[in-house]
């Protein structure tokens, strides 16, 4: 079961400020991300991964080229599309209880306070967070927090959900938690996802597909095709070969574009950029 339609960006270019102090992050950049489909983006810190995401959002508008959903240009923000961002602190309202935020965006819908409640507690069950409704924000962990930012982003029912480093701020543990939850909800829900990360293994186990980017302006590097199946598991699948195969020529091509961008570059501890 796949939802949602076709998002395209079409030779998309984003230029910051004019004339002499005109900085060119986007440039012809171009891809196709497909009903039901995990696509991880990731690229060197400043590439423009950000300024993407708003763009598919319909937040930010592009200097050149389009982006369409659906077969339409998109001129502001999307029913049909969901963000969730790394910050859950800036982006949950500390004075409403939680179930108030997870319903928040129904609100200017005209939906009724008890229908409201009723999605938001659905909501909030599918990512594995029950009675919590009645608390608010800050009484939870971090982790429990960006749940109930991804539930947020769940209660408009939109079939595509854009996440922006979504993870970032949690602990490993719960890191890989928050992970499983996205490809089970991807899987029960037929949701297209977008993932900016940093994080080079989390884009290899999260996505159908990579998409690299780098250059000056940034553009599509590269796009690998991750065929590791469906039921992704966080042991066995990091484990397998092709796992392996894949972060290697990912973090090679990251690697090539900040050495290019900084003669000096000190060596990472971790995989990520
Ligand atoms: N509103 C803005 N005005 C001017 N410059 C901006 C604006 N937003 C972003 N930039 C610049 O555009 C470039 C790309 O920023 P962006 O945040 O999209 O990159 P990123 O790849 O997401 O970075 P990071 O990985 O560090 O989060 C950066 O040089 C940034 O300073």
Not at 57 to 63: C, D, E, V, W
Not at 135 to 153: D, E, F, N, T
């Amino acid at each position: 079961m796949t939802r949602g339609a076709e998002l395209v960006v079409d030779n998309v270019g984003v230029t910051y400020g004019q004339g002499a102090a005109a900085h060119h992050v986007l440039g012809g950049l171009t891809l196709k991300v497909e009903p039901g489909e995990s696509v991880c983006i990731v690229g060197p810190s400043g590439a423009g991964k950000t300024t993407l995401l708003r763009c598919l959002s319909g937040l930010s508008k592009p200097t050149a080229g389009t982006v369409s959903y659906a077969g339409q240009a998109l001129t502001g923000p999307h029913s049909d599309i969901a963000v969730v961002s790394q910050d859950y602190r800036g982006s949950l309202l500390p004075w409403m209880r939680v179930w108030d935020n997870v319903a928040f965006p129904l609100q200017g819908r005209g939906v009724k306070r008890a229908q409201r409640r009723r999605r938001a507690e659905e909501c909030l069950a599918s990512v594995g967070l029950r009675d919590v409704g009645d608390k608010y924000p800050w009484q939870l962990s971090g982790g429990m927090q960006q749940r109930v930012a991804i539930a947020r982003g769940l209660a408009y029912d939109a079939p595509v959900l854009l996440m922006d480093e979504p993870f970032g701020s949690v602990d490993a543990q719960s890191r890989f938690d928050l992970e499983d939850l996205t490809l089970r909800l991807r899987r029960e829900l037929g949701i297209t996802v977008v993932l900016v990360t940093h994080d080079i293994d989390e884009a290899v186990y999260l996505g159908d597909r990579v998409i690299v980017l780098g250059g000056r302006p940034t553009g599509v590097l590269d796009t690998l095709t991750v065929a590791l199946g469906t039921d992704r598991d966080q042991l066995s699948t990091r484990a397998e070969p092709r796992f392996a195969e894949l972060r290697t020529r990912v973090l090679s091509q990251i690697r090539g574009e900040d050495s290019a961008a900084t003669p000096v570059v000190a060596a990472p501890h971790k995989e990520s950029v």
